[in-house]
């Protein structure tokens, strides 16, 4: 089967002291290269919650109840991009599933984003990334946090920087 989703040619999937595998620059990356594009199928919150317990996290979410995964175990091994979190991340979203380097990368360096740049909803869980500005405890409503959205700017989805525009009060 072929990918869902691409990966730069500068880049190698390899064990992560993250988590798992992780997304690796094998050669050097320039601020602004695009590092991966998130592929899968559009699914509603509803068939998310059915897929969960099979497919485990492989979701990007493109809308409130919106989101680009695959729905088979077989397309998940394709869709994966194989970012993990880091509350120090290296990568960030241009639109809604184009990852690309937030600043110059280093060959060796594990590719990271902060799911707070993609993600909206109820979760919590303990954070891994052994960053020094580590959070502890990454949420699904991270992308609320101002000091986030200053430090990340327009790294954020499309969708939630939509969804930051409307909550500001009106100028």
Request: net charge negative; glycine share 8%.
């Amino acid at each position: 089967m072929r990918p869902l989703s691409y990966l730069s040619p500068a880049t190698a999937v390899k064990e992560s002291a993250i988590h798992g595998r992780g997304l690796f620059a094998i050669s050097a990356i320039t601020a602004g290269e695009i590092v991966a594009i998130k592929g899968g199928r559009i699914i509603s919150r509803e068939v998310l919650k059915e897929l969960q317990p099979l497919l485990g996290p492989a979701e990007i979410q493109i809308d409130d109840n919106l989101f680009i995964s695959p729905v088979t175990l077989e397309e998940r091994e394709g869709s994966m991009i194989f970012s993990n979190h880091s509350c120090d991340p290296n990568i960030g979203l241009r639109g809604e599933i184009t990852f690309v380097a937030m600043r110059d990368v280093a060959a060796g360096e594990e590719l990271t984003h902060d799911w707070a740049m993609t993600d909206d909803d109820d979760s919590s869980t303990e954070c891994r990334c052994a960053a020094a500005n580590c959070r502890g405890v990454i949420t699904g409503k991270d992308w609320q946090r101002p000091e986030l959205q200053a430090r990340y700017g327009n790294f954020f989805s499309a969708y939630l920087l939509e969804k930051m525009q409307r909550m500001k009060p009106e100028q």
